[in-house]
Nanobody, 116 residues
């Protein structure tokens, strides 16, 4: 069983920054940050392989978001810079605990709101 505890959402003006954190309680092989805006489908914004460190970013966040992990703390971070109103969404972290490149545990979600 893996528990994920998220923190770091909030309200920020366009151009500002936020950092999301997600702490995992068990062994994981990868983590991702998904986001879902009102009326839109959920999308994978960024992901990271836990041991190799390989990362993925959706095109709309490349160059602005950085995903990283602290293996000792079993925590993943999403540094979000140059935020835009279209980044407004509920952000949820997800973990792969089976090394199958799929996510089987989910965090509770945290709201990120970017104002104009």
């Amino acid at each position: 069983q893996v528990q994920l505890v998220e923190s770091g959402g909030g309200l920020v003006q366009a151009g500002g920054s936020l950092r999301l954190s997600c702490a995992a309680s068990g062994r994981i092989y990868g983590m991702g940050w998904f986001r879902q805006a009102p009326g839109k489908e959920r999308e994978l914004a960024a992901s990271i392989d836990w041991y190799g460190g390989n990362t993925y970013y959706i095109d709309s966040v490349k160059g602005r978001f950085t995903i990283s992990r602290d293996n000792a703390k079993n925590t993943v971070y999403l540094q979000m810079n140059s935020l835009k109103p279209e980044d407004t969404a509920v952000y949820s972290c997800a973990a792969d605990s089976r090394n199958r490149a799929t996510y089987n545990y989910w965090g509770q979600g945290t709201q990120v709101t970017v104002s104009t």
